[in-house]
């Protein structure tokens, strides 16, 4: 790894820029390289495409004008999408208000489709960056956090000058792929901030969102029974579990990022071509003992798979009244108080984003009662 420019040091905001600044150089320059650590190697590859694309990074980013007839086309292409992110983009947005950072939600393409937070419209920066069915794909607007998290496939974070355009370099932004109950990326989520303190903290909340969206995705699709998954010794009920939901038929519907690296076949690159996965496909029980299970309120039970590995799952029938059962408010037939209890607390912490005195608060215990019950020290 090359030394970074003199003078830079870790931790100072300058010296950042300044490393920013100098590797746009070097990349903007034929036949020079980057230096490796100046910036994230997937940052150089976006630069590098629109320079590929005859892109001038001094020129201006241009917005398009959105029409009414265009936006109204983008909400109704878009309708059920939106609707199932968005109780999930307002506590977002609840998360951010006082951090001068807003969320995006776009499609695959790049559209913008919904937005939450605090959103200054008088600012022209904010205004024409959050219009529904602006397009802020690579070829549009440069390298931002929504082209390069569509265009990578992973969560990313880019910091002022990172950005491509010379009219972008105000933006810091956070941003995630979206996946949808089939595996394919249906979309991004984008935390943008302007002229804002840099928050690569950020880059950690817009992914475990992301993780929140793409498992109501997997649950609002039409099924009869959803399991959720984990591998033994880890708890059941959380964002991080596995969710493979399953019609009347064993028939495989859905199943969130999770449950497709947790259970070989069900990823659409390895799953066979043209022909549906069933239950018994890749779980080593019958369809009927699943059923059965979540109809007599059996909240664990360990599933073998064909590859010799084991799972623990928790079967859910869906009904009217579960049809979006996230796995975090559990039905309370046949299940331990104790167990009940337990899920409220640590949901309560959740949405305290860890600060155990507010949700205590919210809870009305004392934060020793948290910690006892939580079994923490």
Same mark, same amino acid.
């Given at each position: 790894?090359? *030394?970074?420019?003199?003078?830079?040091?870790?931790? $100072?905001?300058?010296?950042?820029?300044?490393?920013?600044?100098?590797?746009?150089?070097?990349?903007?320059?034929?036949?020079?390289?980057?230096?490796?650590?100046?910036?994230? %190697?997937?940052?150089? +590859?976006?630069?590098?495409?629109?320079?590929?694309?005859?892109?001038?990074?001094?020129? +201006?980013?241009?917005?398009?004008?959105?029409?009414?007839?265009?936006?109204?086309?983008?909400?109704?292409?878009?309708?059920?999408? !939106?609707?199932?992110?968005? %109780?999930?983009?307002?506590?977002?947005?609840?998360?951010?208000?006082?951090?001068?950072?807003? *969320?995006?939600?776009?499609?695959?393409?790049?559209?913008?489709?919904?937005?939450?937070?605090?959103? $200054?419209?008088?600012?022209?920066?904010?205004?024409?960056?959050?219009?529904?069915?602006?397009?802020?794909?690579?070829?549009?607007?440069?390298?931002?956090?929504?082209?390069?998290?569509?265009?990578?496939?992973?969560?990313?974070?880019?910091?002022?000058?990172?950005?491509?355009?010379?009219?972008?370099?105000?933006?810091?932004?956070?941003?995630?792929?979206?996946?949808?109950?089939?595996?394919?990326?249906?979309?991004?989520?984008?935390?943008?901030?302007?002229?804002?303190?840099?928050?690569?903290?950020?880059?950690?909340?817009?992914?475990?969102?992301?993780?929140?969206?793409?498992?109501?995705?997997?649950?609002?699709? *039409?099924?009869?029974?959803?399991?959720?998954?984990?591998?033994?010794?880890?708890?059941?009920?959380?964002?991080?579990?596995?969710?493979?939901?399953? $019609?009347? $038929?064993?028939?495989?519907?859905?199943?969130?990022?999770?449950? +497709?690296?947790?259970?070989?076949?069900?990823?659409?690159?390895?799953?066979?071509?043209? !022909?549906?996965?069933?239950?018994?496909?890749?779980?080593?029980?019958?369809?009927?003992?699943?059923?059965?299970? *979540?109809?007599?309120?059996?909240?664990?039970?360990?599933?073998?798979?064909?590859?010799?590995?084991?799972?623990?799952?928790? %079967?859910?029938?869906?009904?009217?009244?579960?049809?979006?059962?996230?796995?975090?408010?559990? %039905?309370?037939?046949?299940?331990?108080?104790?167990?009940?209890?337990?899920?409220?607390?640590?949901?309560?912490?959740?949405?305290?984003?860890?600060?155990?005195?507010?949700?205590?608060?919210?809870?009305?215990?004392? +934060?020793?009662?948290?910690?006892?019950?939580?079994?923490?020290?």
């Amino acid at each position: 790894m090359q *030394a970074p420019p003199a003078g830079a040091s870790p931790g $100072d905001p300058t010296s950042r820029l300044a490393m920013i600044e100098r590797a746009r150089q070097l990349a903007m320059r034929a036949g020079s390289t980057v230096p490796t650590g100046w910036v994230a %190697p997937w940052i150089e +590859r976006s630069w590098q495409r629109c320079l590929g694309q005859g892109l001038q990074p001094h020129a +201006r980013a241009v917005f398009d004008i959105v029409s009414e007839q265009q936006e109204q086309r983008t909400r109704e292409a878009h309708q059920q999408f !939106v609707h199932t992110a968005k %109780p999930i983009m307002e506590k977002l947005g609840h998360a951010i208000v006082d951090t001068r950072y807003f *969320a995006i939600l776009t499609s695959a393409e790049g559209i913008v489709v919904d937005t939450s937070g605090p959103i $200054d419209r008088s600012d022209t920066r904010a205004h024409l960056l959050t219009r529904i069915g602006t397009d802020l794909s690579e070829m549009h607007v440069g390298t931002t956090a929504i082209s390069t998290a569509l265009y990578e496939q992973q969560p990313v974070w880019l910091h002022r000058g990172e950005h491509f355009f010379s009219n972008t370099t105000a933006y810091s932004c956070a941003g995630a792929p979206l996946r949808g109950p089939n595996g394919n990326c249906v979309g991004m989520l984008d935390l943008t901030g302007i002229d804002a303190v840099e928050r690569p903290e950020l880059k950690h909340l817009v992914t475990q969102t992301a993780c929140k969206i793409e498992n109501a995705l997997v649950l609002a699709q *039409a099924h009869a029974l959803a399991l959720r998954l984990n591998w033994p010794g880890n708890t059941l009920g959380t964002d991080v579990d596995g969710i493979v939901c399953l $019609d009347a $038929d064993g028939l495989i519907v859905s199943a969130n990022p999770a449950a +497709r690296q947790m259970v070989g076949g069900l990823d659409p690159a390895t799953a066979r071509a043209g !022909v549906g996965v069933y239950a018994g496909d890749v779980f080593g029980v019958g369809l009927d003992l699943l059923f059965d299970a *979540a109809k007599r309120g059996d909240h664990r039970l360990e599933i073998p798979l064909w590859n010799g590995l084991r799972l623990h799952a928790f %079967p859910v029938l869906r009904t009217n009244n579960n049809s979006s059962w996230t796995g975090v408010d559990m %039905p309370p037939h046949n299940r331990p108080l104790k167990e009940v209890e337990t899920a409220l607390i640590r949901k309560a912490v959740t949405d305290a984003r860890g600060n155990v005195a507010q949700a205590a608060l919210a809870l009305g215990i004392s +934060r020793a009662t948290v910690y006892r019950k939580l079994g923490k020290k």
